[in-house]
């Protein structure tokens, strides 16, 4: 099991680029099941959470051809079943469940798995296909779908759940009839997966807002499409930059979904400069702290949450943070303390009061943005730090200690003992 290492302290300078957005990435593949035929996906990342669903694809019967455009050939599928074995470690592998019931009629999937950040339970997605003519039951684990045809109908979702829109956005494209989601999900990812299936010959209105109309076709084609940037790696070196003292541009950032973090960061003193999909980041002449409550989109993303807590960790006053999402996504509070942080946790609650700085200190990650958080603090740490369990970290960055480094962090890989 790997590790990274940290000597912090130093102020990162020069350029980076974001890479495609893994949640963009994920229900793309996934939709390409609904089309017969070779696909061309481009700015695919090079990530776990990818590898994991290209394995859980290829269980399908799915082949790909993998040089600088991804080629998903979907022309036959030898199985419907998403076994444990592959879902157990990425919650979004829940997302062939729509696509194989659209296209085979039938299917069966684990239930998922992935960070422990909360639950984050799949009622919606099922309730929405029942409503579709799903006959759905679950034995053993599994979900069990089947369905003669799919026919269109208004679905009013309770939370506007993001994988939940997905599945049932894909479902409804080949439904008899018009789905009318109510409540959808707004992030932009989803209006990403959206715009792949209008490429495919679907035919959707309201991409990007919260009420999804799709009309079912015959059929769907096979398609290429660019995979959009990744606002959040975005925003972690954006943190990055901002944690440091240092003085970096981000290349590629999707900077019109970022709008709520890209306040927060202003508002405590980082200097931010926007030209195009560029964003140029100077260092604050003094780092306050500021309150930050996360919401869905378009408010402050859950995802960047214990990014911007380490950042407030060496503010001067104090911050206060409110997680509205998930109920366990506080976990890296205890972590961020082993470094001298000086953070109070009362329900959803997170009182940071800043400190002078932090020191450095071995810690262990919990979960994908948990993980970013503590590099992220081990930057700003006096001495060296050890980041532990990385592998949650492999699931959302591409090589980030390699693009770290070429900023001028001083931050490596290593064996953990």
């Known amino acids: 099991m790997d590790k990274i290492v940290i000597e912090g302290g130093i102020p990162l300078q020069g350029e980076v680029a974001s890479s495609g957005a893994k949640n963009a990435a994920l229900p793309i593949l996934a939709a390409t099941l609904l089309a017969p035929g070779i696909h061309h996906l481009s700015n695919v990342p090079n990530l776990a959470d990818i590898r994991t669903a290209k394995k859980l694809l290829a269980n399908l019967g799915v082949k790909f051809t993998d040089h600088e455009v991804l080629a998903v050939d979907t022309s036959r599928l030898t199985s419907c079943e998403a076994p444990y074995a592959l ?17 085979a009629g039938e299917a069966r999937v684990s239930l998922p798995g992935g960070c422990a950040i909360g639950a984050r339970p799949i009622n919606l ?47 409804a494209t080949l439904a008899a009839g018009t789905t009318v989601i109510h409540n959808a999900a707004q992030e932009p990812e989803v209006a990403d997966l959206a715009r792949f299936l209008v490429a495919m010959g679907a035919e959707i209105d309201g991409i990007g807002t919260d009420v999804l109309t799709i009309r079912g076709v015959q059929s769907l084609s096979p398609a290429s499409h660019t995979i959009m940037p990744d606002r959040i790696e975005a925003a972690t070196y954006l943190t990055a930059a901002a944690i440091t003292q240092g003085e970096v541009t981000i290349r590629g950032v999707p900077c019109e979904h970022l709008t709520a973090v890209l306040d927060k960061f202003q ?81 959803n609650h997170a009182l940071v009061r800043g400190v002078r700085c932090l020191q450095g200190a071995p810690v262990m990650a919990t979960d994908l943005r948990a993980s970013a958080s503590l590099v992220l603090a081990g930057l700003a740490a006096q001495g060296v730090t050890e980041v532990h369990r990385v592998y949650h970290l492999d699931r959302g960055y591409e090589q980030l200690e390699h693009k770290l480094s070429a900023l001028g962090a001083r931050i490596w890989r290593a064996k953990a003992d």
């Open 267 to 347: 508002e405590a003193g980082v200097r931010l400069a926007i030209e195009d999909s560029q964003l140029k980041v100077k260092p604050a002449k003094h780092l306050v702290g500021v309150d930050v409550m996360t919401h869905p989109y378009p408010g402050f993303p859950t995802d960047m949450q214990a990014q911007f807590m380490a950042l407030m960790c060496i503010a001067e006053g104090a911050s206060l943070i409110t997680e509205n999402i998930f109920e366990k996504r506080f976990m890296h509070v205890s972590e961020l303390r082993r470094l001298g942080a000086d953070i109070v946790v009362s329900g």
């Open 87 to 103: 879902v157990k470690t990425m919650r979004a592998a829940v997302l062939v469940l729509g696509p194989l019931v659209a296209r």
């Open 125 to 171: 997605h099922l309730k929405g296909l029942e409503e579709m003519g799903v006959r759905v039951t679950l034995k053993h684990g599994y979900v069990e779908a089947k369905v003669h045809r799919l026919h269109g109908a208004p679905i009013h979702l309770e939370l506007p759940s993001v994988t939940g829109t997905e599945n049932l956005m894909m479902a």
